[in-house]
């Protein structure tokens, strides 16, 4: 049944949202809204009776009661085609780099979620060169994992890093609440290395209409679960995600939805998830991992936002004074890759080993940070002044190496060399008897003296 | 009769229905779409209207659509076929769906469609019946008729699979014919039972059975007193978990809450575990679906999948079946208790279901609790957690269902909703500790501040004294804080030293090291001696560093016999080995 009827009373305007009398609509259709402002695009979120509620996508803002409100029948959907890759949209799709606009094949967004009958373990290790995450907290196909961080932090400088390292087939970047500047970087950093070509843009920067900001999830994934569907591993860099969190709770609000905790709405945990859970390794196609940036308000890692994203995600990067912090952060798929003992699988026509990075790897990693937790304990000690015991010297001296040649990011080498780097570093400040390591590993690894 | 009625109002997943007719609180109805027929159950019924909440997306959905109403609650479908199966939270098997959504298009297959529903048990399969009832036998609710062979219910390691009186029959009936051994679908009838009216019912290996509804076939229940073998140290040893009994796994996120979930859905020795998974991620169920076929289960020899039966609802997954479907698992868990099996039920996240009642509370506009939880938040925790318990049946055996359930508290701080109103029911708390994950000790359950009221596999004074060297150990390191090491008496710091012995060699435990995430009952006994041996000897040392240097030695050998496989030579040797060293140092 399509519904081509116009209406042109509005009943009531607040915020983003208009209510209107109209017949036929359907749930979660889109409408396109003509008013003085300009046309907009529009979702119905609200059936009651003769009564239907709409999100104007651009904002109520200057849309008058006599506006045009026209609906199209069908949800929201965003064109899929190659055409797609090297360029730049909105978030509701319109092109931001001057090129053509794109109408191929329109797909729905926000679509089912995929059956864990049809995902399989994911176990093909990133490989990014930065001990912290390839050592401590590996990064693995199809992850969904957020970089923590409070404003100022360099974290989309990391997000591209790592983006230019994974050998990925398609990146989709979704900016939300971006700085134009921002935007015009990463179109540079990627353009640099070539990797703009393979890379669709979903920017809605600071001076776009809310409504806007949450569709970027849903329009990136959306795009990027096609790719996979093509069987291309597809990685998806979303920046920042807080912001995508205060679009939905500026609209919950003028919605009058009774918050849950400091004013955001109750589903903030379900409707967080609901994007992330769309990395996938699909049994039988290709990949999406998600990389997102997750800004902390006040440095604060039990506000909703970043408490929420880490229930859902596979682990985090806590980044904090430019390093990537070992208490924090975690990847929770990280023994999916380091087992230590040997599997081998074809990937793309080749053998690869992909329990295993080195059988000494879960215990370097897991030691490693049980002595540096110590060592945190010794620092405090030592600013309150005590003696430093011969143990805590060992302590001191392990801690300082360890965030020089471990934790500075601009520390580049490949996990096996981080791992021989490891036992050194141990070797070098205590006895084999003191890290808790079995000796059937230590005999084997422990570097000998001289 | 059954009702009919229109839409009036959608907003989310919840639809307003305007209805002919009586219906029933709970009552399931369908929304008709063109072809399609979405799921829903009435949550309030005002006048001729009802809320329901639809267990499917609600896009496309017009004021006027039609809803047809079933007559029945929200229900499961119990008999053979379940084990090893991956449900979602409305018991709906995942492989099947997807096997069914393949015929619509190649890449329909991967997602879940919306308004497919298949039945929870396969219809086409035919099960061995063995009869075991007689015409004339007297035969109520819950009492067995035959059984049929189902993977690990062999009738030879293992019983077979009873095949039971429907639980919803009230009274006593006579038992008129039973179909003779052979095989049969779910759905043919096995037998003809007569009420006392002389009114015949006949009975077939399926019933159905309401969800939110416990199943009450047994004459009474029974204190939880025997202890339930996780294999986990800390848990058995200091926390443990009664056969029957209710616990609860609180913590941050990425503390270690579905790891515990997953270790002891791996290694406790049960009959049959159900892991719900509820509201998380679908990454850890796809692990457990994975690996489980592989891994043999030393009771049985058989798969540990064969043991198993997952519900799978996570995070994106429709949020009213995520409601439902701690439900589901419970009501399953019953189902085989009635069979005189102990039973495991892991819900993981309890906290995602209470967040599944606050969405659906919020769209009902109903007045908020704290954090706008529903007020009746407290009393539906309250009454899952009831559905534990250990029972005799009417055949005199007994049969369990213990719970475990994980709860994510916002901002990880206890002090909430879910997490208060959890403790006020359960017997057991295994609190996680953000420090402790932090500093890798795992499994991060903090000592001090975690209880249990059930029994220790080692007797409660020699746990209690260990716990209390534990406490006294951390005061001091608390106090070294202020005081410094050099302000800290060599008998306390010995302490200091004991906790954090006990503590690396005890309590924390490698869920990924083949050696170490398993330590049967009979290996922690053995170690407990040892470790108690360091704890309460006397040490005759002069200085700190050389007390530090005989603990870490003692604490590396300790982790080398972990190592050894039990009562192997070189186990032996390793424990003599450290009962002299203990001894030797000693000054007594
Ligand atoms: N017993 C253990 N041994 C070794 N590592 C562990 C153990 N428990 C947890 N971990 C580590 O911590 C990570 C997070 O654990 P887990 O996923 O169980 O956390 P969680 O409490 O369930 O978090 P969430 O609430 O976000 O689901 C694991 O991926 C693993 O790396
Ligand atoms: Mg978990």
Redesign the pocket.
Known sequence: MFNNKIYHKIDALSGSVATLRAEGVKYNEIAEIESRAGTSLAQVIKLDGPNVTLQIFAGARGVDTAAKVRFLGETMKVPFSDALLGRAFTGSGVPRDGGPAITENPSPIGQPSVNPAKRIMPNRMVKTNIPMIDLFNSLVISQKLPIFAKAGEPYNDLLARIALQADSDVIVIGGMGLKYDEYLKFRSTLDKSGALAKTVMFVHTAADPTVECKLVPDVSLAVAEKFALQGKDVLVLLTDMTAFADAMKEIAITMEQIPSNRGYPGDLYSQLAARYEKAVDFDGAGSITILAVTTMPGDDVTHPVPDNT???TE?QFYLRNGRIEPFGS??????QVNKGVDKFVEVDGKRVNINKTREDHRTIM?AMIKLYAQYKETIEKQSMGFKMSAWDQKLLKYGAMFEEKMMDLSVNIDLIDALDLGWQILADCFDRTEVGIPSKLSDKFWPKKG | MTAKGKIVAVNGNMITVAFDGAVAQNEVGYAVLGDQRLMAEIVRVRGSRCDMQVFDATTDLMVGDTVEFSGELLAAELGPGMLAQVYDGLQNPLADLAKEAAKISKDAEFFLQRGMYLPGLPRDRKWDFHPTAKPGDRVSAGEALGWVTEGIFDNKTMPGHKIMVPFALRGVYTVKEVAKAGDYTVTEDIATLTDANGKDVKVQMMQRWPVKVPIKCFTERLEPTETLETTVRTIDTFFPVAIGGTYCIP?????????????TARYAKVDIVISAACG??AG?VVETLKEFPEIVDPKTGQSLMKRTIIICNTSSMPVASREASVYTAVTLAEYFRQMGLNVLVLA??TSRWAQAMRELSGRLEEIPGEEAFPAYLESRIAAFYERAGRVKLKDGSTGSVTIGG?V?PAGGNFDEPVTQATLKVVGGFHG?SRAR?DA?R???IDPLDSWSHYNSVIEQPRVEKARSILRKGNEVGQMMKVVGEEGTSLEDFTTYLKAEFLDAVYLQ????SDSDATTPVARQQVMFDIVEKALLSGYAFKEKDETRKFFMDLQQTFIDWNDKPFDSDEFKSLKATLEKKIEEASNV
């Not at chain 2, 435990?509 to 990924?512: I, T």
């Open positions: 880490g229930y859902i682990g975690l990847s929770r798929l990280k023994q897991d | 913590g941050p996120f990425g503390a270690g809450k579905t790891v515990l979930q997953q270790t998380e991620r850890e993981d996240s994980t994510s996680l994950s890798r795992y499994p991060a435990q490698n869920a990924f």
